[in-house]
């Protein structure tokens, strides 16, 4: 009877620390630029080809938040200002897919500098991973802000958040309400290097292993918010 009873309270007790645990875990995201990145490619549109024939962002949508993709081998493609993850993800996408692949850049004037990358196309240095200076910042509510909006401009956006089950409400972060501030700050790596705000680079770096795409010297998401992302293939 008495191993009985402690049975019941040794379940009791488990059950009551994964509800807490569940509460706990509730108040605890990823950082609000991260979910945004990770968004911004499920929102980005399919990059038409020939005819019917499209590619699509996801495609190259493993994401590595505040992570530099560097490998002394690789080759760059180029590069140009993007206004998000998607952008950067997409343009890798139509470049990896074939010259007749293309999309257009959300600002216009950026427009030539992509379109000179894809014109480069030779079928031997596909593009297989995309680095993206993210100017978003981290705010709070009440700094300067009335309400959430869904801006997207990452350069000038206020006070923006996210949809969510129909609504428009802050990025939950460690027990608080968190937005994004648009910014033109660069990415100060730890090499002393700055790159501008919104830049994204395209690589080609001819390895199946993980190590080879990722560098271990992880940057500082204070100073170097830097959106990786990698595409498809099959781990060695």
Request: with cysteine; aromatic share 8%; net charge negative.
């Given at each position: 009877?008495?191993?009985?009873?402690?049975?019941?309270?040794?379940?009791?007790?488990?059950?009551?620390?994964?509800?807490?645990?569940?509460?706990?875990?509730?108040?605890?995201?990823?950082?609000?630029?991260?979910?945004?990145?990770?968004?911004?490619?499920?929102?980005?549109?399919?990059?038409?080809?020939?005819?019917?024939?499209?590619?699509?962002?996801?495609?190259?949508?493993?994401?590595?938040?505040?992570?530099?993709?560097?490998?002394?081998?690789?080759?760059?493609?180029?590069?140009?200002?993007?206004?998000?993850?998607?952008?950067?993800?997409?343009?890798?996408?139509?470049?990896?897919?074939?010259?007749?692949?293309?999309?257009?850049?959300?600002?216009?004037?950026?427009?030539?500098?992509?379109?000179?990358?894809?014109?480069?196309?030779?079928?031997?240095?596909?593009?297989?991973?995309?680095?993206?200076?993210?100017?978003?910042?981290?705010?709070?509510?009440?700094?300067?802000?009335?309400?959430?909006?869904?801006?997207?401009?990452?350069?000038?956006?206020?006070?923006?958040?996210?949809?969510?089950?129909?609504?428009?409400?802050?990025?939950?972060?460690?027990?608080?309400?968190?937005?994004?501030?648009?910014?033109?700050?660069?990415?100060?790596?730890?090499?002393?290097?700055?790159?501008?705000?919104?830049?994204?680079?395209?690589?080609?770096?001819?390895?199946?292993?993980?190590?080879?795409?990722?560098?271990?010297?992880?940057?500082?998401?204070?100073?170097?918010?830097?959106?990786?992302?990698?595409?498809d293939w099959t781990l060695a």
């Open positions: 009877m008495r191993l009985a009873t402690m049975t019941r309270t040794m379940l009791a007790l488990n059950l009551l620390l994964l509800l807490l645990l569940g509460v706990e875990a509730a108040y605890y995201e990823e950082d609000p630029r991260a979910t945004q990145c990770r968004q911004s490619i499920i929102d980005m549109k399919s990059v038409p080809g020939p005819g019917t024939a499209y590619a699509f962002p996801s495609e190259c949508g493993i994401v590595l938040p505040f992570a530099n993709l560097y490998n002394g081998r690789e080759v760059l493609l180029g590069e140009f200002i993007a206004s998000s993850c998607g952008e950067c993800a997409s343009a890798c996408v139509a470049h990896r897919s074939g010259r007749e692949f293309s999309i257009g850049t959300s600002d216009p004037s950026q427009q030539g500098s992509l379109d000179a990358i894809m014109a480069a196309r030779n079928g031997e240095s596909p593009c297989t991973d995309w680095v993206w200076c993210d100017p978003w910042e981290v705010s709070y509510p009440g700094d300067n802000c009335d309400g959430v909006t869904n801006e997207t401009d990452p350069f000038t956006g206020k006070c923006v958040g996210r949809w969510r089950d129909g609504n428009l409400e802050p990025f939950a972060g460690y027990g608080m309400d968190l937005l994004l501030e648009g910014s033109t700050r660069g990415c100060q790596l730890k090499s002393g290097k700055t790159i501008p705000a919104g830049t994204c680079a395209l690589k080609s770096i001819d390895s199946d292993k993980w190590k080879d795409h990722v560098w271990n010297a992880s940057e500082d998401p204070k100073t170097a918010p830097l959106m990786s992302g990698l595409c």
